[in-house]
Antibody, heavy 120, light 106 residues
């Protein structure tokens, strides 16, 4: 079955870096774009970044542009979110989500999320 | 694009019809989705392209609208519908969510 699974979360000090992974299975990974979405404790959802099926296009929220980088390795069925210069306000559960269809960017399948805590 | 969702919360009885609205700050054609999130869980897609029911979603959920004004309707609220609902515009980047509507069962 279609599955995306996040990993890599943890506790990190402000200013440090962390890399999240989103491992996919159950579908032709190289045909689908992937989103990252985050949710701070007790808050709503915030879209973070998106990468196209082949990695040729990427998009970022203003709040993370120039600090976060989304990438993918289609040979490993994995998308990465490299986070640098982390701030306390980056504390959140980070979800990855697969495009509903190759041509429809709705968030069709979500992972269970991975918690990132930025604290000294 | 700013997405304004209302109400922020509501309480309704089993069997009631519930309507949640989202307004976009500019026209987004029908590029809007609705998501349901239960406590401690990841969100799930309910509706895509404003009015298309995602696979496996009960028929009591429906979406409508185009341009700037959109609605999610739950026709015949069920206990398992207690959740927070979000709209998301996927017309352009950066994507933007509505603030969410928490639905409680009386």
């Amino acid at each position: 079955q279609v599955q995306v699974v996040e990993s890599g979360g943890g506790v990190v000090q402000p200013g440090r870096s962390l890399r999240l992974s989103c491992a996919a299975s159950g579908f032709t990974f190289s045909n689908y774009g992937i989103h990252w979405v985050r949710q701070a404790p007790g808050k709503g959802l915030e879209w973070v970044a998106t990468i196209s099926y082949d990695g040729s296009h990427s998009y970022y929220a203003d709040s993370v542009r120039d600090r976060f980088t989304i990438s993918r390795d289609n040979s490993k069925n994995t998308v990465y979110l490299q986070m640098s210069s982390l701030r306390t306000e980056d504390t959140a559960v980070y979800y990855c989500a697969k495009f509903l269809l190759p041509t429809d960017a709705s968030l069709g399948n979500w992972g269970q999320g991975t918690l990132v805590t930025v604290s000294s | 694009i700013q997405m304004t969702q209302s109400p922020s919360s509501l309480s309704a009885s089993v069997g009631d019809r519930v309507i949640i609205t989202c307004r976009a700050s500019q026209g987004i054609q029908n590029d809007l989705g609705w998501y349901q999130q239960k406590p401690g869980k990841a969100p799930n897609l309910l509706i895509f392209a404003a009015s298309n029911l995602h696979s496996g979603v009960p028929l009591r959920f429906s979406g409508s609208g185009s341009g700037t004004d959109f609605t999610l309707t739950i026709s015949g609220l069920q206990p398992e519908d207690s959740a927070t609902y979000f709209c998301l515009q996927d017309h352009s980047y950066p994507r933007t969510f509505g603030q969410g509507t928490k639905v409680d069962i009386k």
